[in-house]
């Protein structure tokens, strides 16, 4: 089992440009989540993606946008960068039961710099 | 909206040694899971313990244990015995459900290393 597994390791882009970012789950999990960590602080929730569909969203803006495909694997798109989107992006993988404790697995995450 | 507060952002002991960290949270729910997450230099999240809410009986894994006050919102982590290899960013979050969906809170983290 590769467990979660994240694309690119890292990746340098320029304010306003555009970024993506994928994300394969863990075999067998159905739902992913993606969290931004900024350095030195605790990763923040952004969106959760179940069933192809946006399930749950944190506190950040439309530039932020995601897909989940028909295998599970996601995306994480970035629009109109800002240095402040500088940070470590988290997915994290689980089995997708509502009102239910599954445990989530995370990847290695994705380094992106924005200058 | 819940909250999680590490108030320790660095701390340090000697290897053997038996290390406390923090954590208090604040919530309105009464289900809920806690947990440690340990972040080494690798960047890979490990879950290191989980709590339920509902359960009174403290949770223990190995040299990881908690303590956990639910009236007082308060979830420390003690670890054991510490080794070289727990050297890494420690996070205490907290998970509650909103319309059927996991979201888990991350506090700030405490930066734990073990010295030789």
């Known amino acids: ?115 | 909206a819940q909250t999680v507060t590490q108030s320790q952002p660095e701390m340090s002991v000697q290897e053997a040694e038996t290390v406390t960290l923090s954590c208090t949270y604040d919530t309105s729910e009464s289900n809920y899971y806690l947990f440690w997450y340990k972040q080494p230099p690798s960047r890979q999240m490990i879950l290191v313990i989980r709590q339920e809410a509902y359960k009174q009986q403290n949770a223990t894994e190995n040299r990881f244990s908690v303590n956990f006050q639910k009236a007082a919102k308060s979830f420390s982590l003690k670890i054991s015995d510490s080794q070289l290899g727990d050297t890494a960013m420690y996070f205490c979050a907290f998970m509650s459900w909103i319309q059927g969906a996991q979201k888990l809170v991350f506090g700030q983290g405490t930066r734990l290393t073990i010295n030789p």
Not at chain 1, 63 to 92: I, K, M, T, W
Not at chain 1, 97 to 113: K, M, V
């Open chain 1, 1 to 115: 089992d590769a467990g979660v597994t994240q694309s690119p390791t890292h990746l340098i882009k320029t304010r306003g440009q555009q970024v993506t970012l994928r994300c394969s789950p863990k075999s067998g999990h159905d739902t992913v989540s993606w969290y931004q960590q900024a350095l030195g602080q605790g990763p923040q929730f952004i969106f959760q993606y179940y069933e192809e569909e946006e399930r749950q969203r944190g506190n950040f803006p439309d530039r932020f946008s995601g897909h989940q495909f028909p295998n599970y694997s996601s995306e994480l798109n970035v629009n109109a960068l800002l240095l402040g989107d500088s940070a470590l992006y988290l997915c994290a993988s689980s089995r997708g039961g509502e009102w239910s404790y599954n445990e989530q697995f995370f990847g290695p995450g994705t380094r992106l710099t924005v200058l």
